[in-house]
Structures are given as structure tokens and as C-alpha cells.
């Protein structure tokens, strides 16, 4: 975990995003720290985007055994990162927590605050129900675009959707057609009919 960095302010926020959602989004009984660790690399995603770079530059997205796999491309670029927000105390840094933290109540809205729920959509990917980091990315990847009332009142046909985009990611899928699936997943009608 990056949290020997002098933004205060900034980490103090990660750690408490991670405490309060520790047990019903992130792993339980995991270190607190691995789950540090995964909010501030989708911090990383969510403030890249802000200044205009594709978080499909900054992830790493390939087919292994014939699943898409998805990964953060440098860690070291968190590091960098980090080391120029602790100099100059970005404050879209901090807006970017907060976006996270959004994310994270997209997540609690979507799985109607059951944990069974996003362990039902964990397994959808194959994971034994397990809380991989991969499998926060591709939620990322999926939910940031979409407003919190649109969840509200469409949350079991996104969720639906949302388990077939993780379902096809157990699939032999080229990167580009599985970019463009996240990507059009509420945008476009055809892509519904593809899903069902």
C-alpha cells in the first residue's frame, strides 16, 4: 500500500473508504491493506480519465486460456502518480476518492446491499465467489458511466447485464469486442438482444 505519501488527506480517505466497506464489497477478513491497495488503484483510473486517458491504456486487458484477464499495466505508475500528488496536494485527487466512493454506492445500489448478491456476479466470472481485483475493475469499467438513478430505478435489469458481461468474460472474446461491450452496454438496444 502507497501510504507512506504526504497527501494526508488523501490516504486518510482511501483508509476510510476501506474500512466502512470492507465487509460487504471488499474481501472480509483480508488485510486492510490489500483492500487500501485496490481503492487507490481505481483512484489511479478514475483520475487518469478525468484528464483524458482511456482507462484501456492504463489496464491491461488480454484473453489467458480463453478468459479476458484484466490488470492495472504499471503499479509503478500509482507510485508516480503519488509522488507528484504529495508535492502539489491535487485536489482532483481527492474529487477522484470521491468518485470512488460513488462507485462504491453504485456497487451497494446494484447489489441491493446483499453480499450474496455480488458473490452471485463474482461467480458469474468464474471466481469461486471470490473478490478478485479483476473483478472490481471490470465493475469499474461498467458502473462509471452510469448515473446512481438510472440505478435505482433499473437495478435488476443492470445487474442482469452486468452478469452476462461477466459471464462473457469466461469466453474466447477479442479485446476490442469486449471494450466495446462494456462500453455500449446502456447505450445501445442491439447490444441488449446480443446479451440475452
Known amino acids: 500500500m502507497w501510504n507512506g505519501y504526504g497527501y494526508k488527506k488523501a490516504i486518510i480517505k482511501i483508509k476510510d473508504l476501506a474500512t466502512k466497506n470492507e465487509r460487504i464489497i471488499f474481501p472480509k477478513n ?6 487500501e491497495t485496490l481503492i487507490t488503484s481505481l483512484v489511479y483510473l478514475e ?3 478525468k484528464y483524458g486517458v482511456s482507462p ?3 489496464l491491461g486487458i488480454y484473453l489467458k486460456e480463453n ?3 484484466i490488470r492495472i499495466k504499471s503499479k509503478e505508475a500509482i507510485t508516480k502518480m503519488l509522488d507528484c500528488i504529495s508535492e502539489n496536494e491535487d485536489k482532483n485527487f481527492l474529487n477522484a476518492i470521491e468518485n470512488i466512493e460513488k462507485f462504491i454506492n453504485k ?4 447489489i441491493n446491499r446483499n453480499h450474496d448478491s455480488l458473490l452471485k456476479l463474482f461467480l458469474s466470472n468464474n471466481s469461486n465467489g471470490r473478490k478478485k481485483d479483476q473483478n472490481f475493475y471490470l465493475l ?7 448515473k446512481i ?3 435505482f430505478s433499473n437495478r435488476e435489469e443492470i445487474f442482469k447485464l452486468v452478469m452476462k458481461i461477466f459471464k462473457k468474460s469466461q469466453e474466447s472474446i477479442k479485446r476490442n469486442d469486449f471494450i466495446y461491450l462494456i462500453e455500449n452496454i446502456y447505450e445501445n ?3 441488449y438482444i446480443f446479451l440475452y
Open 30 to 35: 483480508n488485510k486492510r491493506m490489500k483492500v
Open 47 to 49: 483520475y487518469n480519465e
Open 56 to 58: 484501456y491504456n492504463l
Open 67 to 69: 478468459k479476458v484477464l
Open 107 to 110: 456497487v451497494h445500489i446494484l
Open 140 to 146: 469499474w469499467l461498467i458502473l462509471r458511466k452510469i
Open 149 to 151: 438513478e438510472t440505478l
Open 189 to 191: 438496444n442491439e447490444m
